[in-house]
C-alpha cells in the first residue's frame, strides 16, 4: 500500500495497481499446475481466483496464464475446474 | 425557530433532518428506534430528501453509512447497547479510514441479564476507537450538538466521525420543550460537507489496503490521535459560532456549575448532570463550597478544562455510570492519570452509581458527596478510591 496524505491526514487509501499487497507468490505451499489439452474455456478459474491471478488468452495457444508472483497458491481454481485442468502438486 | 415539546430521540430525529442527511441506515433496537422511525416518517410524509437502508443488523447499518459517508454524502446512524457492540467492528473501520460520520447512542447497559435501562457501559466501550464521543444533559443539548456534530467531524482538522450519547429513557423518551432552529440557519451554519476523498466511479482508489510499511501504519494511529487533539479547538470555535446564532453557548468540552468559588468538585457526564446540579445547590445550601464539572466530550478528552479547575481543590469526586471492570470507571481513570502526569496531588475518588441503571436521585448524590466531603475534610484523604454506591 502506498500511504495517502491528504491535507495533512495519514490516510489508509491507495491507488489500485498490480500487486498492490507485495508479491503473494511466497505465500504458496501449493502450485495450480494447469494442462491446456484439458481446458474448455469455461473461465471459471479466471473468475473465481481472489488474486486475480490468471490472465485470459484468447488468441490461440495455452488458453490460461497463471501469473506465479501473485498466484498464493489457495488452490480454488483447481476446486471449480469442471473438467479437472488445474491440478495442485506441492511446491519444490 | 419554534419551540415543540420533544423526546430525547426525536430531538436527534429533527437534527440529522436539518443537517440534509442524505443516507440514514438503520437497525431497530430499545430505546434507539424511535430515532429511526421519526427518520423514517419525515421521509415518507417528504419532508426530508433522503434514502432510508434497512439492513439486517448493526454491523450492516453502520456499513451502509459508512460507504454513503465514502461517496460523499452526510450519512446518519444510531443504535444502543447490544447493537451497537455489534457493530463494534465498523466503528473502528470508520474512525481508521478518516470518514466523517455522525452516530447517535442511546446509551443502554449490556447483557446478561436483558435490560433496557441506562447506564454507559456501551458508550465507553467505544472510547478508544477514534471517535469524538459526547454524551448530553438534556434534549436541547441532543438537538444542538448532532447538528454541531456535523460541522466538527467535517473540519479538515478533524476529519472523523463522532457520537453523540444520551441517555435511555431519561431522556430518549422523555419530553421537553426544544427549540428547534430555522432550516435556513442550519444551512448557513453548516457549510457543503467536506471529507478528506470520495470514492467516485471512473476514479479508483482502495481503502484499507494491507500495509508495507508499519511505520506508516503506526503514524495513521498517531495522527487519529493529534487529530482528535486539535478538535478540542474546532469544538470550542463551533461551540462559539451556534452560540451566537442561537444564544446558546455551552463551553466546549465541559459546562461548569458553581465551580468559581468551589474547594470540592463533582465530575459527571450525560443526563444525571442535571440531578448533580441539584445536589450541588443542596450541598451549598449546607455550606458545602462544591462545583460541579459536566464532562461533554469524553473524546477528545478535556484534559485542560478539568485541570484548570481542581488544580487547588480539595478534593475531586468523579461519578461514573459504567467500570473498566478490573480497575476502575473509566471517566475516573480519565481524571485520575492526567491528574498524576500534570503533577497534581488532589486527592480523587470514583463513586459507581446508577450502573445497569440504577436510579440515582440528587439526594442520593448530594448523600455520597457529603460522606466524601465529610472525609476528606477531617483525613485530608480518602481512605478508598472507589466505591460502590447503591442509594441511601
Ligand atoms: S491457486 Fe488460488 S491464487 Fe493461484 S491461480 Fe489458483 S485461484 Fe488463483
Ligand atoms: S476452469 Fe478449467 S476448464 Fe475452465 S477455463 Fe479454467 S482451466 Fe479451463
Redesign the interface.
Known amino acids: 500500500?502506498s500511504?495517502?496524505r491528504?491535507?495533512?491526514?495519514?490516510?489508509?487509501?491507495?491507488?489500485?495497481c498490480v500487486g498492490?499487497?507485495?508479491k503473494t507468490g511466497s505465500w504458496r505451499v501449493m502450485r495450480p499446475v494447469y494442462d491446456d489439452s484439458k481446458c474448455v474455456k469455461c473461465r471459471l478459474c479466471w473468475l473465481y481466483c481472489p488474486e486475480n491471478a490468471i490472465d485470459l488468452n484468447e488468441e490461440g495457444g495455452p488458453f490460461i496464464k497463471i501469473n506465479y508472483d501473485y498466484c498464493k497458491g489457495c488452490g480454488i481454481c483447481a476446486s471449480v475446474c469442471p473438467k479437472n485442468a488445474i491440478t495442485m502438486v506441492p511446491e519444490g | 425557530m419554534v419551540v415543540k415539546p420533544l423526546t430525547g430521540n426525536y430531538a436527534a430525529a429533527y437534527a440529522a433532518k436539518l443537517s440534509r442527511v442524505k443516507v440514514v441506515a438503520a437497525y431497530p433496537i430499545t430505546p434507539q428506534t424511535t430515532i429511526v422511525e421519526k427518520l423514517a416518517q419525515f421521509i415518507e410524509d417528504g419532508e426530508m430528501d433522503a434514502k432510508m437502508i434497512r439492513v439486517e443488523s448493526e454491523h450492516s447499518a453502520l456499513a451502509a453509512a459508512y460507504g454513503a459517508a465514502s461517496g460523499g454524502v452526510r450519512a446518519y446512524t444510531a443504535t444502543s447497547s447490544q447493537g451497537l457492540l455489534y457493530m463494534h467492528e465498523m466503528v473502528w473501520w470508520v474512525a481508521g479510514s478518516r470518514i466523517p460520520l455522525v452516530m447517535t447512542i442511546v446509551t443502554r447497559t449490556l447483557g446478561p441479564p436483558w435490560n433496557i435501562w441506562t447506564d454507559h457501559s456501551d458508550i465507553m466501550d467505544q472510547r478508544d476507537s477514534g471517535w469524538l464521543i459526547m454524551m448530553a444533559e438534556h434534549n436541547q443539548e441532543v438537538l444542538d450538538e448532532t447538528i454541531k456534530m456535523f460541522k466538527i467531524t467535517e473540519d479538515p482538522r478533524v476529519f472523523l466521525p463522532g457520537i453523540v450519547g444520551l441517555d435511555a429513557f431519561i431522556l430518549s423518551h422523555t419530553t421537553e420543550p426544544v427549540d428547534i432552529p430555522d432550516q435556513e440557519l442550519v444551512d448557513t451554519f453548516l457549510p457543503p460537507r467536506r471529507q478528506p476523498y470520495v470514492f467516485k466511479p471512473g476514479d479508483s482508489l482502495l481503502m484499507g489496503n494491507v500495509p508495507r510499511n508499519l511505520k506508516e501504519n503506526m503514524r495513521m494511529r498517531e495522527d487519529i490521535h493529534n487529530s482528535l487533539e486539535a478538535a478540542k479547538k474546532v469544538i470550542e470555535e463551533v461551540d462559539e459560532e451556534w452560540g451566537k446564532l442561537t444564544g446558546r453557548r455551552y463551553g466546549g468540552l465541559i459546562e461548569c456549575y458553581r465551580c468559581e468559588d468551589a474547594s470540592h468538585f463533582i465530575v459527571g457526564m450525560g443526563a444525571w448532570v442535571g440531578d448533580m446540579r441539584e445536589a450541588v445547590d443542596s450541598l451549598r445550601t449546607n455550606g458545602i463550597k462544591v462545583g460541579l464539572i459536566k464532562v461533554r466530550y469524553v473524546r477528545p478528552f478535556p484534559r485542560e478544562d478539568i485541570l484548570k479547575w481542581v488544580v487547588n481543590a480539595k478534593s475531586v469526586i468523579v461519578f461514573d455510570r459504567s467500570v473498566s471492570a478490573g480497575s476502575a470507571g473509566p471517566l475516573f481513570l480519565d481524571v485520575a492519570a492526567h491528574l498524576m502526569a500534570a503533577g497534581i496531588r488532589v486527592p480523587v475518588k470514583n463513586i459507581l452509581a446508577g450502573i445497569t441503571g440504577l436510579d440515582v436521585t440528587y439526594e442520593d448524590i448530594a448523600d455520597a458527596v457529603l460522606k466524601s466531603v465529610a472525609e476528606v475534610e477531617e483525613t485530608g484523604k480518602f481512605s478508598r478510591f472507589i466505591e460502590w454506591y447503591y442509594g441511601r
Open positions: 500500500m500511504e495517502g491528504v491535507k495533512g491526514k495519514v490516510l489508509p487509501i491507495s491507488k489500485p498492490v499487497a507485495g
